[in-house]
């Protein structure tokens, strides 16, 4: 399904008002990217822990639904906020296909630790990963492939656990590839809490043509239920993971182990303190640019 996406240049100090504006309106994401950087066609990166971007102008892009007045929204933006600039406003079509072929073409078969595999669906399975823990993946729009660094350190972390009967948290489960993962490495049931209703539906698809949907939940995060499960996983951002830090810890049962992952090389020591409240044995991987943060809740 293509949606409409707005872009708007604003200056630091607005940024946040047009954020909320946005969201507000009916937004379904919202971006942001350094104009400078973005004109010189140079990565994006996110800003430490506590942080927020201090780049003199921005680019603000949201998502809305196809079909949404262009006009309308602009009149909504203004009524809700007179000191916008909306003279930068910029909307264009963006097809969900072009996305879809561009990750067909690229996606492979992929090895995770000793004995997990992930293989698209357009892909026969390779003879060496026969007798393997197989996921098939299609992850939509949802993010998580497998390809991210990210990804790969969960994935690693938990093909090294001993799942049986355990139950397991997926926190940002986007396609729903670590809660996959885990349910075929022999866990007992498996929670996924997203707050983007695609991802959650990428998650049951990919749960349910993998032979394990009845032993699937998702939830948007209003609505998770609160409880608390022996392994826990948040493959976010490093901000979300501050923000979200004693949730998280409330969702790990004592002894029970917790990783996170989304965090650029630099941010895992705010975080390692942060988290130090509640977990013991405390240890950062890296992979490229990207770390894994694990530890085991106290007692």
């Not at 992929?110 to 003879?127: C, D, S, Y």
């Not at 043509?209 to 392994?231: F, H, I, M, Q, S």
């Not at 965090?263 to 705010?270: F, R, T, V, W």
């Amino acid at each position: 399904m293509p949606w409409l996406e707005l872009s708007l240049r604003c200056r630091a100090h607005d940024e946040s008002r047009l954020e909320i504006a946005l969201e507000d309106i009916g937004a379904l994401s919202v971006s942001l990217m350094d104009a400078a950087a973005a004109e010189n066609e140079q990565a994006i990166l996110e800003p430490g822990v506590g942080e927020t971007p201090l780049w003199p102008e921005m680019i603000v892009t949201a998502l809305f639904a196809q079909g949404t007045d262009e006009a309308l929204l602009l009149h909504a933006l203004e009524a809700m906020d007179d000191h916008i600039d909306l003279s930068t406003a910029e909307f264009r079509i963006v097809e969900d296909q072009d996305w879809e072929r561009a990750w067909m073409d690229q996606f492979k078969p992929m090895k995770f630790g000793a004995r997990t595999w992930i293989v698209p669906w357009n892909l026969e399975i390779p003879a060496e990963a026969v007798n393997e823990v197989i996921v098939r993946l299609d992850p939509g729009l949802a993010f998580g492939s497998g390809t991210h660094p990210t990804t790969a350190l969960c994935l690693q972390w938990l093909d090294s656990l001993d799942l049986n009967k355990k139950a397991v948290l997926d926190y940002g489960c986007g396609s729903g590839i670590l809660a996959l993962a885990a349910l075929k490495l022999g866990a007992q049931a498996a929670v996924g809490v997203d707050n983007d209703p695609q991802a959650l539906s990428a998650s049951v698809d990919n749960a349910e043509r993998n032979g394990v949907g009845k032993k699937l939940r998702v939830y948007l995060p209003d609505d998770e239920p609160v409880a608390t499960y022996p392994v826990v996983v948040a493959n976010i951002l490093a901000s979300a993971l501050d923000a979200l830090a004693e949730k998280l810890a409330a969702r790990v049962a004592a002894g029970g182990v917790i990783a996170l992952s989304g965090i650029l090389h630099g941010q895992e020591e705010a975080l390692l303190q942060r988290y130090g409240e509640w977990f013991d044995d405390l240890r950062a991987e890296r992979m490229d640019d990207w770390m894994r943060i694990t530890g085991v809740r106290r007692s």
